[in-house]
């Protein structure tokens, strides 16, 4: 008989506020820009990105470090929400409901 393979997750696999984050930097990946707006791609990537990844590490950590690293992500989150209100795609509305989101997740669990 052969072992059975066992499901692991890291910590920040788990997250809620980790997944809707990853769900949005997909989305920003894949967002078609105005010509007149490319500038902001750069910018709305780096920061979707950054919030996964502040996320991811400061999961891995404890204390004041682990909220030093959801406030960074939660930073970013407000820089991403500021990109999508400048851009203001069709799916606008329901891209600032998951920011929304995941910002009061980032905020409660930066102990703010």
Do not use: N
């Not at 902001?40 to 990844?53: C, F, H, P």
């Not at 999961?59 to 820089?79: K, N």
């Not at 400048?86 to 329901?94: A, F, I, V, Y």
């Amino acid at each position: 008989l052969r072992a059975r393979r066992r499901l692991t997750f890291l910590a920040h696999e788990r997250l809620d506020a980790y997944r809707l984050a990853l769900d949005t930097a997909r989305w920003a990946a894949a967002l078609a820009i105005p010509p007149h707006r490319k500038h902001l791609r750069d910018q709305l990537l780096r920061a979707a990105d950054s919030v996964v990844l502040a996320i991811a590490e400061g999961s891995g950590l404890s204390g004041d470090a682990r909220r030093h690293h959801y406030r960074i992500a939660l930073g970013s989150v407000c820089e991403v929400a500021a990109i999508v209100d400048l851009l203001t795609p069709r799916d606008h509305g329901e891209v600032r409901e998951r920011l929304v989101r995941v910002a009061a997740m980032l905020s409660k669990m930066a102990g703010r």
